[in-house]
């Protein structure tokens, strides 16, 4: 258990190849960083990793892992969505402009970074409020930052990591890499 009082993977189920039909989050149109629209359908035929993130978090070195992700598996057909949120301990103050200045000089972030909205509360962000209405065991209240939850190529959710579990880990890696070679 972790500090949180949570398992290092929070459903092992997710990863023996559990799929959620029904449910495609890659609906919502989200707006970037920049302030720019981007509908999430773009997204479809690719293996998308879904991340709540903060900059001022013990969990925030996890940036350096996903964009190395991002980097390895990016020609194959692999891409990580960043969503900062502020529902953790106040971890994400910024305005979206200091959020792209942070993941740009501090960790190099090419992946798409997506303006800050609510994981969890009163004002959860629809899109979150789909990822959390999922049935077990992919669905559930986000955690804390830095919660990844891994769709195949038609859109379905089909892990979900726990914010603990570092990018690298290697049951993220194999579940990766399984539906990278599923699309090939």
């Known amino acids: 258990m972790t500090a949180l009082g949570i398992g290092p993977l929070l459903f092992a189920a997710a990863m023996a190849g559990s799929v959620t039909k ?8 989200m707006k970037r960083l920049d302030g720019s629209p ?3 359908s773009e997204y479809k035929g690719k293996v998308v990793m879904l991340v709540n993130t903060a900059s001022r978090c013990g969990l925030t070195p996890q940036y350096e892992g996903l964009e190395a992700l991002y980097d390895k598996y990016e020609h194959r057909g692999f891409v990580v969505l960043g969503f900062p949120a502020n529902n953790f301990a106040g971890q994400e103050p910024g ?4 959020i792209a200045e942070f993941c740009r000089a501090t960790y190099d972030i090419r992946f798409p970074m997506f303006s800050k909205i609510s994981v969890k509360g009163a004002d959860i962000h629809p899109l979150y409020k789909a990822l959390t209405t999922l049935p077990a065991p992919l669905g559930g209240d986000v955690k804390w930052n830095f919660q990844k939850y891994l769709l195949d190529r038609q859109g379905a959710v089909v892990a979900k990591f726990d914010p603990q579990t570092q990018p690298e880990d290697p049951a993220i890696v194999a579940k990766i890499e399984a539906l990278l070679a599923e699309g090939s």
């Open 22 to 29: 029904g449910v495609d989050v890659l609906t919502f149109t």
């Open 95 to 98: 305005m979206d402009g200091e």
């Open 38 to 40: 981007q509908a999430l």
